[in-house]
């Protein structure tokens, strides 16, 4: 009988081509205004999240290529490549490989953790990142808040955690949260990290419960904090978050449909 994740593969691996195609544009933008140095750091980042992904796999005694084949960890790399400066390539393969490592194969592989390795990743490396405030990048964000619809579209998305959170962003407005829109780490997180199953609540109300919560609280730190990281911040939200996934489930599950 076959392991289950080899009999899910097509599915999951499906699901993961979807969700890079719809990076594409994200990436484009990015070789076009970096340059050779943006191409670098995602085979660099590539690299890094296959050969940790590989090593975990090993060490649990698990398939390793039925399990790169599903391309959770190319996707990994592709998503911490545009959250990361690529001016540190050393950070970007340590902060991919520990990500990989600590938040996926130490829970058990795809699927089994509450915590996403991207968030978890960006999280590593904020003690390294710059501390002057992130600058807008309107092409990028326009590229990434295009490839979300697109999943959108295809039915590859759960919409209600990334809704809750621009619900929370436009109410709070008139506290100055309009900056955060021009902030292609807001698109990234919302379209491809709060859209995730394993790591957020199973049920619509859940979620966007969960998304309300991570805005409330990524608005309530910025506006205390002197000099913000919205990607930073918002990560931390979504990992804090993500332990109270089940939690949630509990609440907004219908009585009939609990076990």
Known sequence: MSPPLIRLAPTLASRNRQHLLALLPALAIQFW?????????????????????????????????????????LLSAVLLTLLLPVT???????????????????????????????????????????ASLPHANLPLSLALLAGGLWLLWRGLLRWQAPLGLLLVVLIALPVGSGWLLGQSALWLLAGWVMSDGSCTPITSRGRLIYGQAAGMLCISVITLTSHPDAAVTLAASLLLLSASAPLLDSLTLSPGRRT
């Open 33 to 73: 205004q970096l340059g050779p140095q943006a191409l670098l750091a995602l085979v660099l980042a590539t690299a890094s999240a296959l050969l940790a992904d590989s090593v975990g796999l090993a060490l649990r005694r698990q398939a390793v290529w039925p399990a790169l084949r599903q391309g959770e960890a």
């Open 88 to 130: 540190t390539l050393p950070l970007l393969c340590i902060s991919t490989c520990a990500a990989i490592l600590l938040l996926r194969q130490l829970f058990g592989g795809s699927g089994s953790s509450l915590f996403h390795p991207v968030a978890g990743g960006l999280l590593l490396a904020a003690p390294w990142l710059p």
